[in-house]
C-alpha cells in the first residue's frame, strides 16, 4: 500500500476515534442491544458466502457498494465506525482489500472485531502483468519478463470458493459456538451447490482443453487454471492499466490466427480497450461478471454467485464453439 494511501487510512482512524468519543454509548453498549451477531462483509462474494453459512442467525452487511470498483476503495470515517461496531470482518484478501492491514492495526483493541482472510489457507498465484501468448512473458524489447504482483482473484474459481466458504464457517463457529451445528449444515449445503457448479464447468467446457480466451484483464488465472484453458489478458490485475499499442498489435496478432472472434470484458470497468481491438478483429465483446458488486436490482431478479458464475460458463463455452 503505498504512503498516501497509510496516510488517509491513519487519518481515517483518527476522525474515526473522535466521532466514536462523542456518541452517547460505545461499541460494546450498542452490541448488547443486538440479539444477533453482526457481520460486515468487503465485496459481494463475501457477502454471499457468508449470508449462506449465516442462515437466519447473524445480521451480514456488505461493506463496498455494489456500483463500485472494489479495487481502489477505501473506507470513510462512517465505515470505520461500522467496522468497528461489527463483531466480524470478512475480506478475501489483503492483495485485493489492500486497505485491511492498516485498518486492523488502528483500531483499537478494545472490543475489536474478528477478522477472517477468507483466501488465508490457499496458495495464491502471480498475477499476469504482461500479455501471455506463448507460456512465456515478455516486455516490449522482447525480453522475458516476470510478474510479481498477486493475483487476489480466487472466487472465480468454485473450487476455491469452497475453500473460502469453508474458512468462513470456521470463523462463524469461533465467533458463536452456540450454533455450530446449524452453521456447518448451512456451510455444507452451500457447498454442495458449489461442487454442482464446479462439475458443471467440467462437462461444459471438458471438450475445450487448451482453448484461449480475450479478457480485459487478468482476473480468470484461477478459473482458467482449474479447467485447463487459458486466459489471454489485455492488461495485468488492475482493471484500470492501460496495454501499449504494441500490445495491441500483438493481441491483434494472435487473436487472428487462434481465430478468436469473441473479446471479454468486466461489468465494472470500462470496455473502450475491449472494444477497440473487437472492431479491428472483426470479433464481438461479451461480458465475464467477476461478481465484484452485484446490484440490488439484480438480486432482486435472483441472480448470484452461482447463477451468475452459470452465465460466465455459457459466455466462455459459447465463444470457444464458435471458433
Not at 92 to 97: A, L
Not at 198 to 215: C, P, R, V, W, Y
Amino acid at each position: 500500500m503505498s504512503f498516501n494511501k497509510v496516510f488517509r487510512i491513519s487519518v481515517l482512524t483518527v476522525s474515526f476515534l473522535g466521532l466514536l468519543s462523542g456518541c452517547g454509548s460505545t461499541p460494546n453498549e450498542e452490541k448488547s442491544k443486538e440479539e444477533k451477531i453482526h457481520i460486515l462483509t468487503t465485496f459481494y462474494p463475501m457477502y454471499e458466502f457468508a449470508k449462506n453459512v449465516a442462515g437466519e442467525n447473524a445480521d451480514v452487511e456488505l461493506l463496498i457498494p455494489s456500483n463500485i470498483e472494489p479495487h481502489d476503495w477505501e473506507p470513510s470515517p462512517k465505515d470505520m465506525a461500522k467496522i468497528q461496531n461489527a463483531d466480524m470482518i470478512i475480506y478475501n484478501s489483503e492483495h485485493f482489500e489492500t486497505w485491511v492491514p492498516d485498518v486492523e492495526k488502528n483500531l483499537t483493541a478494545n472490543d475489536k472485531p474478528l477478522f477472517v482472510n477468507a483466501s488465508e489457507d490457499i496458495e495464491l498465484i502471480e498475477g499476469i502483468e504482461e500479455h501471455e501468448v506463448e507460456g512465456h512473458k515478455e516486455d516490449e524489447h522482447g525480453h522475458e519478463e516476470e510478474s510479481h504482483e498477486v493475483d487476489p482473484h480466487v472466487w472465480l474459481s468454485p473450487v476455491l470458493a469452497q475453500q473460502e466458504v469453508q474458512k468462513i464457517t470456521e470463523a462463524f463457529i469461533k465467533i458463536d459456538p452456540n450454533n455450530k451445528d446449524i452453521y456447518e449444515q448451512n456451510s455444507k449445503n452451500y457447498i454442495a451447490k458449489l461442487a454442482e457448479l464446479d462439475q458443471l464447468f467440467k462437462d461444459e467446457l471438458n471438450n475445450h482443453a487448451g482453448s484461449e480466451m480475450i479478457t480485459q484483464h487478468a482476473a480468470f488465472g484461477y478459473l482458467t487454471r482449474e479447467y485447463n484453458i487459458k486466459q489471454v489478458p489485455i492488461s495485468g490485475i488492475s482493471p484500470e492499466a492501460e496495454p501499449s499499442p504494441a500490445r495491441l498489435a500483438e493481441l491483434k496478432k494472435f487473436a487472428k490466427e487462434h481465430k478468436i472472434n469473441t473479446i471479454f470484458f468486466e461489468e465494472l470497468a470500462s470496455p473502450k480497450v475491449a472494444k477497440t481491438l473487437a472492431a479491428e478483429i472483426g470479433a464481438k465483446t461479451d461480458v465475464l461478471n467477476t461478481l465484484e458488486g452485484l446490484s440490488k436490482e439484480d438480486q432482486k431478479k435472483g441472480l448470484n454467485y452461482i447463477e451468475v458464475m452459470k452465465k460466465n460458463l455459457n459466455s466462455i463455452e459459447k465463444s470457444f464453439s464458435q471458433q
